[in-house]
T-cell receptor
Framework: GENVEQHPSTLSVQEGDSAVIKCTYS??????FPWYKQELGKGPQLIID?????GEKKDQRIAVTLNKTAKHFSLHITETQPEDSAVYFC????????????FGTGTLLAVQP | EAQVTQNPRYLITVTGKKLTVTCSQN?????MSWYRQDPGLGLRQIYY???????DKGDVPEGYKVSRKEKRNFPLILESPSPNQTSLYFC?????????????FGNGTRLTVT
C-alpha cells in the first residue's frame, strides 16, 4: 500500500527565514497531495493542496511543489512568522480510495523570534 | 459556528473498562472518520463512514467499533481498552466522499489506558 515519508521531523528557523518540508510517496498513481497544519491543542487544518496535474501552487507565503517523476512534494513557507510554529503533516491519496489520506509522520516547525 | 466536537478532551481509564468517545458535526457532512495520532507514526485511520449506516475499516481498526445512526454523530467505542490504545484521537468530517473534500478535524481526545 501507499507509504508517505516526511522529513525533517523537527525544523527550527529564525523569524523571516524560509522553511522547507519534504515528503516522498510510494504509489505512483496517487493524485492528490494536501498539507495540514496542527497548532498546539487543536486538530489539523488544511492549508494548501495540489493535484498531480499541477507542478506548483502558491497561496501568499506558502507554496507546494510536486515532482511526479521523483514521487516527492514539498511545502515551502517564506518570511516565516512565530504563528507559523506548528506541526505540519503531508498526505497523499491512493487512487480509487474514498477520501482516504495516508499521512506523513509530521514535522514540528519552530520559528524563533 | 461550523465545527466538529469531540468529548471528552481527556480520558484516563483502566484496562478492560468500556468507553465511548463522542463526535458530532454541525455541517451536514456526508463523510466522517476517526484517526489516532502517535509519535513517529503520524495520523492513522481507524474507521470511516460515507453516510448513515455505512461504515468501514481503516488501517488500524482492531479493538475499535463505530456506529453512524445519525448523520451528525459518529461515536468511537472501545469495548475492552488496552494500554496500546493510549493515544491522541481525532474525529474528522468532510462535505463529500471525494478525496479533495477538505477534512475538518475536532480538537482531539487524549486517552490514557492504564
Amino acid at each position: 500500500g501507499e507509504n508517505v515519508e516526511q522529513h525533517p521531523s523537527t525544523l527550527s528557523v529564525q523569524e523571516g527565514d524560509s522553511a522547507v518540508i519534504k515528503c516522498t510517496y510510494s504509489d505512483s498513481a496517487s493524485n492528490y497531495f494536501p498539507w495540514y497544519k496542527q497548532e498546539l491543542g487543536k486538530g489539523p487544518q488544511l492549508i494548501i493542496d495540489i493535484r498531480s496535474n499541477v507542478g506548483e501552487k502558491k497561496d501568499q507565503r506558502i507554496a507546494v511543489t510536486l515532482n511526479k517523476t521523483a514521487k516527492h512534494f514539498s511545502l515551502h513557507i517564506t518570511e516565516t512568522q512565530p504563528e507559523d510554529s506548528a506541526v505540519y503533516f503531508c498526505a497523499s491519496s491512493p487512487v480509487g480510495a474514498t477520501n482516504k489520506l495516508i499521512f506523513g509522520t509530521g514535522t514540528l516547525l519552530a520559528v524563533q523570534p | 459556528e461550523a465545527q466538529v466536537t469531540q468529548n471528552p478532551r481527556y480520558l484516563i481509564t483502566v484496562t478492560g473498562k468500556k468507553l465511548t468517545v463522542t463526535c458530532s458535526q454541525n455541517m451536514n457532512h456526508e463523510y466522517m472518520s476517526w484517526y489516532r495520532q502517535d509519535p513517529g507514526l503520524g495520523l492513522r485511520q481507524i474507521y470511516y463512514s460515507m453516510n448513515v449506516e455505512v461504515t468501514d475499516k481503516g488501517d488500524v481498526p482492531e479493538g475499535y467499533k463505530v456506529s453512524r445512526k445519525e448523520k451528525r454523530n459518529f461515536p468511537l467505542i472501545l469495548e475492552s481498552p488496552s494500554p496500546n490504545q493510549t493515544s491522541l484521537y481525532f474525529c474528522a468530517s468532510s462535505q463529500t466522499v471525494e478525496v479533495s473534500s477538505p477534512l475538518h478535524f475536532g480538537n482531539g481526545t487524549r486517552l490514557t489506558v492504564t
